[in-house]
């Protein structure tokens, strides 16, 4: 029989590996969703877009960029459901090969002086299955982490898939740095920007030996013993989660921060019709920057969500980004670089990982086992398909020539992260519910004394786990 010390490095060491694995496969995959979201700001409108109107080529690139998160309720809806009745690992490998052919065919799409109008035909049809595919992946990955975490650590421990996905976008952009900077721009314009697509083959190479050696969750796999699965768990889910679901949905909203961030604010700052006039690869600076110090905030904050609650910090941070947005912009509008950096790191690098290092545990804890990723996907896919629409409509409510935009996004941007935190603060608290208990409406929560003293020994079990390894 286990000793309970071999017990604690098993379980120890499966924790591990379901955290690196989200960690990771949330970098890989993310680093492929972002170089399209930093080449349909920087690059796309002069080359898959017609010569003329520079707002109507920003508006409909950025529109591109929006046409994914319109596939992602129909990829949340697959995805969630073989995730529930086929296994989380099986979802995460889907999800990565999808995104990974997908945007390597990008990087070998002809433009439209090339073919004409075939060629945002094609873009659009590639951005649906990047879009399809990656509706699972943080469902998926968020489910499995918490399912492998210790009791009192489910937070910390799922704040790294967020890390990995502010990883990926890190590397995303340090991928465009060097090629914007030291390639002429009409080398860059031509054939530069395909080399980040091209590259993504590594992801599938990489992602597929990582994730193939990870465990199926021990939740999961008692489900399935015990012939819990369901048959339709995205039906099941709607019918015993809705209020949930409309929590997540409402909360999803705050993808707005990312998109004032990385989308709106690079076209901002960078296309000629706003004149602005910040280097491209100046400007690529900024998220880089924000996104380094938001990989070392991530794990901080989800360790105290594990001490105060996941609802403080949400609220917290959704308020904080809101109102820094006006800043942010207005740092952009004066052709501030220091200051849209300070800005960007306070923003998007510190307050807004109060939602960001904290939604991968507050989401699925508020589904059951059974129906855990297909509540939190659907549901967090059709928020943020609301916000994916938003640079097209940023650009149409403040176009090239328009006066006082910060002022004008600043205010819509605000106005969202109110609702999401409105909607934070109505869900009920689940740091101190156990796993068998999660997505129960009238579950009771551990006794904090007694919940410190047990997150305290799984830490404690964890330290020398690792000591021992």
């Not at 492929?32 to 080449?39: E, G, K, L, P, Q």
């Not at 019709?273 to 905030?297: C, H, M, Q, S």
């Not at 942010?328 to 998007?348: D, F, G, K, N, T």
């Not at 603060?425 to 004394?449: C, F, I, Q, S």
């Amino acid at each position: 029989m286990a000793t309970p010390t071999a017990a604690a490095e098993a379980h120890s060491s499966q924790t591990k590996k379901a955290t690196a694995s989200g960690w990771i496969g949330s970098a890989l995959e993310y680093y492929d969703f972002f170089i399209y979201a930093t080449a349909a700001s920087l690059i796309f409108p002069q080359i898959f877009f017609p010569k003329g109107d520079p707002t109507v080529a920003i508006v409909a690139s950025l529109a591109t960029y929006g046409v994914g998160y319109v596939a992602r309720p129909i990829g949340a809806f697959f995805l969630g459901h073989w995730g529930d009745t086929h296994g989380r690992k099986q979802v995460l490998i889907v999800c990565m090969f999808l995104m990974g052919f997908s945007t390597v065919a990008v990087g070998l799409l002809p433009t439209y002086q090339q073919v004409g109008w075939y060629a945002p035909l094609m873009l659009v049809a590639l951005r649906l299955i990047q879009g399809f595919a990656v509706a699972g992946e943080i469902s998926g990955a968020s489910s499995m982490i918490l399912e492998h975490a210790p009791f009192g650590r489910r937070g910390f421990y799922s704040s790294f898939t967020l890390q990995g996905v502010q990883a990926g976008q890190i590397l995303a952009a340090a991928v465009f740095l060097p090629l914007a900077h030291y390639m002429p721009a009409e080398a860059f314009n031509s054939w530069g920007w395909r080399i980040p697509f091209l590259l993504s083959f590594i992801v599938i190479v990489a992602g597929y030996i990582i994730r193939r050696e990870v465990d199926e969750t021990p939740a999961f796999a008692e489900e399935g013993a015990h012939g819990a699965v369901p048959k339709a768990p995205v039906i099941q889910a709607v019918r015993e989660s809705w209020r949930d679901m409309l929590r997540v949905m409402c909360c999803a909203l705050m993808n707005v921060i990312p998109v004032v961030t990385s989308i709106f604010g690079a076209a901002y700052a960078v296309q000629p019709g706003y004149g602005i006039g910040f280097d491209k690869d100046v400007y690529l600076w900024i998220p880089v920057l924000g996104n380094i110090v938001a990989v070392v905030v991530i794990p901080f904050v989800g360790n105290l969500t594990d001490k105060i609650g996941r609802r403080p910090p949400i609220i917290i941070g959704a308020l904080g980004a809101g109102l820094l947005s006006f800043g942010y912009l207005y740092a952009i509008s004066i052709h501030s670089v220091p200051l849209a950096i300070a800005m960007s790191l306070l923003m998007w690098g510190v307050v807004y990982q109060g939602y960001n290092a904290v939604f991968q545990s507050f989401y699925p804890e508020m589904f059951p086992t059974r129906t855990r990723v297909s509540g939190m996907a659907i549901s967090q896919n059709l928020g943020t398909l609301v916000t994916a629409l938003l640079p097209a409509l940023f650009v149409a409510v403040a176009p090239p020539g328009a006066v006082n935009i910060p002022m004008t996004i600043g205010s819509i941007t605000l106005g969202i992260t109110i609702v999401a935190a409105i909607a934070a603060w109505t869900a009920r608290e689940t740091y101190r519910v156990r796993l068998d208990d999660l997505g129960n409406p009238n579950a009771v929560p551990v006794d904090k004394d007694v919940y410190n003293r047990l997150r305290e020994r799984n830490l404690s079990d964890t330290k020398a786990a690792a000591r021992t390894a």
